[in-house]
């Protein structure tokens, strides 16, 4: 079975620039999660969605928007980019929004210039 | 708030060496604990859980026991391998956080083994 997939794999951007990540997540799994990881630290919760629903939400400003699909997969949204966005942002799935079990995909690399 | 707080690397170790990566945590309740690794160029792998006091989660003869009263799960390992050489996360998933499934990572150690 295909674990959850992230597109694109890099991707550079300029300042003030619009950017949107995809995810897909295991197929039966109905919660998706993302996560930043900037060079050197541990990953930072951003969004959870499940149902297509927002669960939870991390301390990051409103620049940052997902959403979720019927088919469960997912986008992030950062609107006016800035160089700090720079990072690895990771897509997790679980089977249900309060499972332990969260499964990470190989991240998109982000690069604001 | 919840925080996990784990040794700074880099960790750098000969070929079956005895490892120990401590972690420490601060969280209200009764949180769930995880070590994840990444290897270079990939993503998060979860590497062993637990998810009660004095549970040890265990996996590829890596070990971490659940110790509430000095809010420890420090990971070890017996005899590592080259293969080994990755960056280590513990984690926590707090009770209050039930309704979202948010993992609080450490910063992370690096372990680099040598032949």
């Known amino acids: 079975d295909a674990g959850v997939t992230q597109s694109p794999t890099h991707l550079i951007k300029t300042r003030g620039q619009h950017v949107t990540l995809r995810c897909s997540p295991i197929s039966g799994h109905k919660s998706v999660s993302w996560y930043q990881q900037v060079l050197g630290q541990g990953p930072q919760f951003i969004f959870q969605y499940y149902e297509k629903e927002e669960r939870g939400r991390g301390n990051f400003p409103d620049r940052f928007s997902a959403r979720q699909f019927p088919n469960y997969s997912s986008e992030l949204n950062v609107n006016a980019l800035l160089l700090g966005d720079s990072a690895l942002y990771l897509c997790?799935?679980?089977?249900?929004?309060?499972?332990?079990?969260?499964?990470f995909g190989p991240g998109t690399r982000l690069t604001v210039t | 708030g919840n925080s996990v707080t784990q040794m700074e690397g880099p960790v750098t170790l000969s070929e079956e060496a005895f490892l120990t990566i401590n972690c420490t945590y601060t969280?209200?309740?009764?949180?769930?604990l995880f070590w994840y690794v990444q290897y270079p160029g990939e993503g998060l792998q979860l590497l062993l859980k637990?998810?009660?006091?004095?549970d040890k989660g265990s996996n590829k003869g890596f070990e971490a026991t659940y110790r509430k009263e000095t809010t420890s799960f420090h990971l070890e390992k017996g005899s590592v391998q080259v293969s080994d050489s990755a960056v280590y996360f513990c984690a926590l998933s707090a009770p209050e956080d039930s309704s979202a499934s948010k993992i609080i990572f450490g910063s992370g150690t690096r372990l680099s083994i040598r032949p």
């Open positions: 969280a209200t309740g009764y949180p769930s």
């Open positions: 637990a998810t009660k006091a004095d």
């Open positions: 997790a799935s679980s089977l249900v929004v309060g499972g332990l079990e969260q499964y």
